[in-house]
C-alpha cells in the first residue's frame, strides 16, 4: 500500500500580527486612531482593518484581504 502523506497546516498569521490589531483597537477606544482621510474610526471592524493593514506594512504574514463583491 502507497503511504499517504499527512497534510501540514502553515499558520496563516505571524504570531505577532495580532498584537498590532490590538493596539489599534487601544487606540480607537481611547479615540485617536484615525483612517486614512484623518476622521475619528468608532468602527470595531475598520480598527481591525487598520490593524491588520499596518501589520502588512510592517511586513508581517497576514491573510489575504477578502475581496468585496
Keep these: 500500500m502507497a503511504a499517504t502523506k499527512r497534510k501540514t497546516s502553515k499558520r496563516k498569521t505571524s504570531k505577532s500580527?495580532?498584537?498590532d490589531v490590538e493596539s489599534a483597537?487601544?487606540?480607537?477606544?481611547?479615540?485617536?486612531?484615525k483612517s486614512g482621510s484623518g476622521r475619528k474610526?468608532?468602527?470595531k471592524k475598520q480598527a481591525i482593518a487598520i490593524g491588520?493593514?499596518?501589520a502588512r506594512k510592517k511586513g508581517k504574514k497576514v491573510a489575504k484581504r477578502k475581496s468585496s463583491r
Design 52 to 54: 491588520l493593514s499596518e
Design 17 to 19: 500580527a495580532p498584537k
Design 25 to 33: 483597537m487601544r487606540r480607537r477606544k481611547r479615540g485617536t486612531l
Design 41 to 43: 474610526v468608532t468602527s
